[in-house]
Nanobody
Framework: QVQLVESGGGLVQPGGSLRLSCVAS????????MGWYRQAPGKQRELVAQ???????NYADSVKGRFTISRDNAKNTVYLQMNSLKPEDTAVYYCNADLQQRPGYTLHYWGQGTQVTVSS
């Protein structure tokens, strides 16, 4: 069974930093695009950042210059380094990934989410 497990969320003051991690485990042949979404209370889920394979990155305008997405293909892990955090970054952050369980057979997975709260 394939699953994505996020970690690294928490409470941080404005201007602070957090690093989120997401590990894909289970029967995985290879990972393709991986990314992070977030959902704030009363709002729709939105893309934060995505990284393809080979590594092309895409960011929401609201986080450009502050967040950095990266991946470790050997570990099937994607990271989100978040700097200069603002209260409006408060949300549940979800990892997602396109994972091949065998060559050419790709399914899309979501993690369970991790809470990020930016508040003084």
């Amino acid at each position: 069974q394939v699953q994505l497990v996020e970690s690294g969320g928490g409470l941080v003051q404005p201007g602070g930093s957090l690093r989120l991690s997401c590990v894909a485990s289970g029967m995985i042949f290879t990972s393709d695009a991986m990314g992070w979404y977030r959902q704030a209370p009363g709002k729709q889920r939105e893309l934060v950042a995505q990284i393809t394979r080979p590594e092309t990155t895409n960011y929401a305008d609201s986080v450009k210059g502050r967040f950095t997405i990266s991946r470790d293909n050997a570990k099937n892990t994607v990271y989100l380094q978040m700097n200069s955090l603002k209260p409006e970054d408060t949300a549940v952050y979800y990892c997602n990934a396109d994972l091949q369980q065998r060559p050419g057979y790709t399914l899309h997975y979501w993690g369970q989410g991790t809470q990020v709260t930016v508040s003084s």
